[in-house]
């Protein structure tokens, strides 16, 4: 999947937290919403940050988070649901996204379970977003039907 592809496919799912999502559509998204969230901080500080003196002589800055804070709001909902959907390709449940809450440790398991290759086949959540029909080749792999009988001899 392409970073247009990604952004386009979690637009589309906004609220949709069923289903599998690979690695590629989450990360791309995450990329898109990290880079975003900077430039738009940048462009806030430039268009809406002021500068005042303490009384200590330093110089502080202060930004009004306008543009950044509905890009946020606006990625946040595509944002989880991309997330769940990713851990349901590991076939994990969803709500493992709590996890989060847990200091350092929940989001260094979080970050482990994304980057995890997702399950070949069907899951509990539903069918391989990759393809195929389970094995490594993609198809339903060998059985002793489809071996062709050989004369030996």
């Known amino acids: 999947m392409t970073f247009a592809e990604s952004i386009k496919t979690c637009f589309s ?17 995450a990329l898109f919403v990290f ?26 800055s202060t930004d009004t988070p306008i543009l950044s804070g509905i890009f946020s709001l ?13 851990l349901h390709d590991t076939d994990r449940t969803g709500w493992w996204y709590w996890i989060a809450l847990v200091p350092i440790v929940g989001i ?13 086949g069907g899951n509990r ?16 792999g060998l059985t002793a039907s489809s071996i062709p009988n050989v004369a030996r001899d």
Do not use: C, H, N
């Open 35 to 60: 880079a975003g969230q900077i430039v738009l901080s940048m462009v806030d500080s430039f268009l809406f940050g002021t500068t005042t003196t303490t009384e200590f002589g330093f110089e502080a």
């Open 108 to 120: 260094i398991l979080l970050i482990v379970w994304w980057a995890s290759e997702g399950t070949r």
């Open 13 to 29: 799912k906004y609220v949709t937290f069923s289903g599998r999502a690979v690695r590629s559509e989450f990360w791309w998204f």
């Open 125 to 140: 959540y539903g069918s391989d977003p990759k393809g195929g029909g389970g094995g490594y080749g993609g198809g339903e």
């Open 74 to 86: 606006a990625t946040l909902l595509p944002m989880i649901s991309v997330a769940v959907r990713r």
